[in-house]
C-alpha cells in the first residue's frame, strides 16, 4: 500500500482503486488493486490519463469508459480530485462481456449445422463493402435436390444429419477468407472472393464435386446433389439484394433442369 496521504483513499473498497498524478504517477492505491494487478507500472495509466482528456479540460469531474486488459474487460470510472490528480475503479465486468458476446454469437448461428446464419452473412456483406474487398465478389445459392423427398422417406432426423452433413461438405470446398451461410430449409448461401466468373463457376463445380461424396447412416446410404446458382460483381459495387436474386435466378433455372431430367428419365 502506498502511504501517499489523501482523504480519498478508498481502502474498503472492494473495486481496484488508483490514484495518479496527471502525468501518471500511482500515488495511492487499495488492497483490491495491489491483488487484482501485480505488475501495476504495466497498466496503460497514461493512455487512461488522455483518453479521459476530459477531466483535466475541466468539461466534467467524472467518466467512465469499458476497457480490455490482457484478457479481462473493465469498466472504469474516473474522476478528478485536487491537486491535479485523477481517481481510477476498475470494475471487472468480464463474465458480462463473455455472456453477451455468446449471446450476439448464438444470434448469428444456425442452431442445426453451426454455420453462420443469415443474419451473419448479411453483416459479413456489409462490412465487406466498407472495405476494397467486395469489388470482387460472388454470391452462390445452394438448395439441395429432392429433399422433401429425404424428409419424407427417412424422417426429419436423418433429414437433420444431411443438412449437417452437406453444410460440412460445402465448407470444406471454401477458403477461410469465405463465408458459407445457411439462409433457410435446405438452401446454403455462400459468398466467395473472385477475380472472375470463371472462378465462381469452378466454385459451383467444385461444390458439386464435394457433394459427391454419399452420406451414410447406419445402413442407408443416400448420393446428394444440388441446384447451384452464382452471381459475379466485379468493380463497381452491386446492391446484395440484386446479387443474391440473380444467383437465385441461375439455381432455379439449374433446378428446373433437374428436375426435367429426372421426368425424362425417372427417379433413382
Known amino acids: 500500500m502506498n502511504n501517499t496521504p ?3 483513499s478508498l481502502e474498503h473498497l472492494p473495486h481496484p482503486f488508483v490514484v495518479v498524478s496527471k502525468s501518471g504517477k500511482i500515488l495511492e492505491t487499495n488492497l483490491a488493486f495491489e491483488k487484482r494487478f501485480k505488475h501495476p507500472q504495466s497498466l496503460p495509466l497514461t ?60 444470434a448469428r448461428t444456425d442452431v442445426l449445422t453451426g454455420l453462420p446464419n443469415r443474419t451473419a452473412f ?16 460472388s454470391v452462390v445459392m445452394i438448395d439441395l435436390n429432392n429433399f422433401k423427398f429425404v424428409n419424407d422417406t427417412y424422417g426429419h432426423s436423418t433429414g437433420d444429419d444431411v443438412l449437417r452433413f452437406v ?46 461424396t454419399p452420406f451414410h447412416k447406419g445402413k442407408l446410404k443416400l448420393t446428394l446433389s444440388a441446384s447451384v446458382g452464382c452471381a459475379h460483381v466485379s468493380g463497381k459495387q452491386t446492391n446484395l439484394q ?27
Open 6 to 8: 489523501s482523504h480519498y
Open 47 to 106: 493512455g487512461l490519463l488522455n483518453a479521459f482528456g476530459c477531466l483535466w479540460k475541466g468539461e466534467t469531474t467524472t467518466f467512465s469508459q469499458d476497457l480490455q486488459l490482457d484478457s479481462s474487460w473493465f469498466k472504469v470510472d474516473a474522476f478528478t480530485l485536487p491537486g491535479d490528480q485523477a481517481g481510477f475503479i476498475f470494475m471487472d465486468i468480464s463474465k458480462w462481456v463473455k455472456q453477451t458476446q455468446r449471446a450476439q454469437e448464438r
Open 122 to 137: 448479411l453483416e459479413h456483406y456489409h462490412n465487406l463493402v466498407q472495405t476494397s474487398e467486395a469489388k470482387n465478389l
Open 167 to 212: 453444410a460440412q461438405r460445402l465448407r470444406g470446398g471454401l477458403r477461410q477468407s469465405d463465408l458459407l451461410a445457411r439462409w433457410g430449409g435446405d438452401e446454403f448461401i455462400a459468398l466467395v472472393q473472385s477475380s472472375n466468373e470463371h472462378f465462381s463457376d469452378l466454385i459451383c463445380k467444385r461444390f458439386a464435386e464435394r457433394l459427391a
Open 242 to 268: 440484386q446479387l443474391i436474386e440473380q444467383a437465385d435466378a441461375a439455381m432455379y433455372a439449374r433446378k428446373n433442369t433437374y428436375k426435367q431430367r429426372q421426368h425424362a428419365g425417372g427417379m433413382n
